[in-house]
């Protein structure tokens, strides 16, 4: 009997696990939403009709769950940054990383960046935020630490 049953205690933990998503980091926000976490979105995104790496950000004290697609820019990667209150992309070449409006390419796709949502001083702040190039990672870690300031 307590065979079986450690039996069937491994099958459910071995289930569980196997539907979350994948931790990638964590970090402080600094702000009122608390800490972050960021996970390897389950699925790939869509965007003008190309699937793509995507990353889920959640915070400690709010619901708000921020999905960022990495797109291949010119020199460097980009990162789509998308939520239900806002969406802007984060943009990176040799000089710099920082936030800019939504390309008008991804209208198509419904997306655009509702200026009455964000915070445009913050904003302009935010438009060179490192110098030089750093991996998906680190960058989608200052994404998840800088975006929420953006929103009014």
């Known amino acids: 009997m307590k065979r079986v049953f450690f039996a069937v205690v491994l099958v459910v933990a071995m289930?569980?696990?196997?539907?979350?998503r994948e931790l990638v980091a964590e970090g402080k926000t600094h702000s009122a939403l608390g800490d972050y976490k960021i996970e390897m979105a389950d699925n790939p995104v869509k965007l003008?009709?190309?699937?793509?790496k995507?990353?889920?950000i959640s915070y400690q004290n709010s619901p708000l769950e921020v999905t960022v697609v990495v797109t291949k820019?010119?020199?460097?990667?980009?990162y789509v940054v998308l939520s239900d209150k806002l969406s802007v992309q984060y943009v990176c070449n040799?000089?710099?990383?920082g936030v800019q409006m939504l390309d008008p390419s991804f209208e198509k796709d419904g997306f655009k960046t509702a200026t009455a949502a964000l915070n445009k001083s913050e904003?302009?702040?935010q438009k060179a935020i490192t110098s030089g190039k750093r991996d998906e990672v680190e960058n989608t870690q200052m994404i998840a630490a800088y975006f929420p300031m953006l929103i009014n």
Do not use: L, M, Q
Request: with cysteine; net charge neutral; charged share 15%.
């Open 15 to 20: 289930v569980t696990t196997s539907f979350s």
């Open 48 to 52: 003008n009709g190309v699937d793509h």
């Open 54 to 56: 995507a990353f889920i």
């Open 73 to 78: 820019g010119k020199n460097c990667k980009n």
């Open 94 to 97: 040799e000089n710099y990383f």
């Open 123 to 125: 904003y302009f702040h």
